[in-house]
């Protein structure tokens, strides 16, 4: 399984992105650019540039034909793919830490942060598909929790529903329309939930957290399925199609790095067993943290963004759909 090396950005990665068909893959960085390339090769197709601070957080719409991206310039902008045209800028008083489409494309759900005395908001846009250019500036729902501060979201089934992940360790479902937690799960992880992604059919999702592991929640109760417990904290994770496994990053805080060489940094991409909670195996490569975590739609193919810049795109060899390291039991039916 040889990476394809994905050279560019001049600083640390913070999210990555493939369309719906797995043919581009779309990354963002500190370094104020978000780049699109091919996945299958790992040629660059081009940028979007405009943004004048680290870009958090990167979506694309199901016909890949808009991208959204939040920064740290305190906007969000709406591009067009095919042209890297900049259609639309939202401004706020604060950061753009997440952004995601709802299934249909039709909204945008974002948070601000907290800071410099502006609570942080959850707000929900709605996307104005014909006239690309012209958006509305202000929400459709807007509303400010209460308590820890929301560090991940995403469209929960319908678009009526979103899933919070929270600094403390909270998960909460929330009704947009009212602004009211559903439900929530207080004690989901004990620290800092870094990162939010659902199973393909979004009946079930995975979050990492900060406290060293990883779990799956089923998407309707937030019910606890299963635990995958590391020895480093963790800024990543995603679930595998075709295959029954979880894929989780992350290693230790930047901070600390220099004094310790790169396997004590544990900065492997880890390879867990959804069913059996296992670890089966690790893919070296990063030198520093691994930030983000990205799965092919089709499950032959991941993709992961570190703390030093470089994006590696692994195709997974026969071996690994071929490989039954528990026989047939909790094999996933194709």
């Avoid at 947009?176 to 979004?202: C, M, W, Y």
């Amino acid at each position: 399984m040889r990476p394809i090396l994905l050279q560019g950005h001049e600083r640390s990665l913070t999210q990555i992105k493939y369309n719906r068909e797995g043919d581009l893959l779309f990354t963002c960085s500190k370094d104020h650019v978000i780049n699109v390339w091919y996945s299958h090769n790992g040629e660059r197709l081009g940028t979007y540039e405009g943004h004048n601070g680290s870009v958090w957080s990167v979506d694309v719409d199901s016909k890949s034909e808009f991208l959204i991206t939040g920064a740290a310039d305190n906007t969000m902008r709406l591009w067009q793919v095919s042209t890297g045209k900049c259609l639309y800028t939202w401004e706020f008083d604060t950061a753009v830490r997440r952004v995601a489409f709802s299934e249909d494309d039709k909204q945008i759900v974002q948070i601000t942060e907290q800071r410099m005395g502006f609570q942080g908001a959850i707000r929900v846009f709605n996307v104005n598909r014909q006239d690309s250019t012209n958006q509305s500036a202000q929400p459709l729902y807007e509303f400010n929790p209460i308590g820890s501060k929301v560090t991940v979201i995403a469209f929960a089934k319908d678009s009526t529903t979103v899933i919070t992940g929270h600094e403390s360790g909270k998960l909460a479902l929330w009704d947009v329309r009212k602004g009211e937690e559903i439900l929530t799960k207080e004690r989901a992880h004990n620290d800092f939930i870094t990162d939010l992604q659902f199973s393909p059919d979004r009946s079930y999702l995975i979050t990492s957290s900060k406290d060293k592991s990883a779990k799956l929640h089923e998407t309707k109760n937030l019910t606890p399925l299963k635990t995958y417990p590391t020895e480093t904290p963790l800024n990543s994770a995603a679930i595998t199609p075709l295959r029954p496994y979880v894929l989780l990053g992350g290693g230790q805080e930047a901070m600390s790095v220099t004094t310790t060489s790169m396997r004590q940094g544990k900065f492997e991409t880890r390879f867990w067993h959804k069913v059996f909670e296992e670890e089966v195996g690790r893919v070296k490569g990063h030198f520093g943290p691994i930030n983000t975590i990205a799965v092919h739609p089709s499950g032959r193919s991941y993709a992961s963004g570190g703390e030093d810049g470089f994006v590696r795109v692994h195709h997974f060899d026969e071996s690994y759909f071929r490989a039954r390291p528990y026989g047939d039991t909790g094999e996933v039916e194709d």
